[in-house]
């Protein structure tokens, strides 16, 4: 017989769908609930509102440092693959990078599902070899005097980035700090973002 083209990939995943409850493995509802987390509740939203409260309430960081799974429960993200939470803070002089060299771990609570790039085989592979070059061409360019240190993730261990908070920030709110907040920021392949300069 031969090979048809690959169905599109909405085609493959109803497939999926419709094997998994047709053999029982989880019932429709179940299914449609993780995708709805997966989509809408797992994101790095999340992460950029932990980092703003750490920024702004040095209780909460402390805390957070201390026991980063019920430093985020505390703003309600906890449960899926974020049973153990470790947060990394970033200082002038030491950068935290993440990486899952197994396959793709993230804190799905507030990072969110892996985006395509740190699943990718060359970052997996390259990244804790060379973190300061793979950064450089993910655009972070860090100077020499910045100590950088690559975590690698687990099944067990997620971890987060806490960027340094940029400069110009004073009074700002945990909404307008959170914005500057990426899902690479908390991974560790970009700073937050400095406010614009006039
Ligand atoms: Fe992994």
């Known amino acids: 017989m031969e090979r048809s083209e690959p ?10 769908r419709s094997a998994i409850i047709d053999k ?15 989509t809408e509740e797992w994101k790095p939203e999340n992460g950029a509102r932990v980092v703003a409260r750490a920024w702004t ?6 805390r957070l440092l201390q026991d980063g799974t019920a430093a985020c429960a505390e ?12 947060a990394l803070e970033d200082t002038p002089e030491r950068h935290n990078v993440i990486v899952c060299t197994q396959c793709s771990c993230t804190a799905w609570p507030v990072l969110g599902l892996p985006p395509d790039w740190y699943k ?22 860090l100077g020499e005097d910045i100590a950088i240190r690559v975590w690698e993730t687990s099944a067990e261990t997620r971890y987060m980035v806490i960027p340094v908070r940029p400069e110009g920030t004073d009074g700002w709110s945990e909404d307008e700090l959170a914005a500057l907040v990426s899902r ?8 937050a973002d400095r406010p614009p300069q006039d």
């Open 75 to 86: 703003l309600g993200y906890s449960g899926a693959e974020g049973h153990y939470i470790v």
């Open 120 to 141: 990718s085989p060359e970052y997996r592979a390259r990244v804790a070899r060379e973190p300061r070059g793979v950064l450089r061409e993910l655009g972070l360019d």
């Open 184 to 191: 690479e920021a908390l991974i560790g392949t970009a700073l």
């Open 7 to 16: 169905a599109p990939i909405a085609a493959r995943a109803e497939a999926v």
């Open 57 to 62: 309430d040095p209780a909460f960081r402390a």
């Open 24 to 38: 029982g493995i989880l019932t429709a509802e179940a299914f449609d609930g993780v995708v709805h987390l997966g």
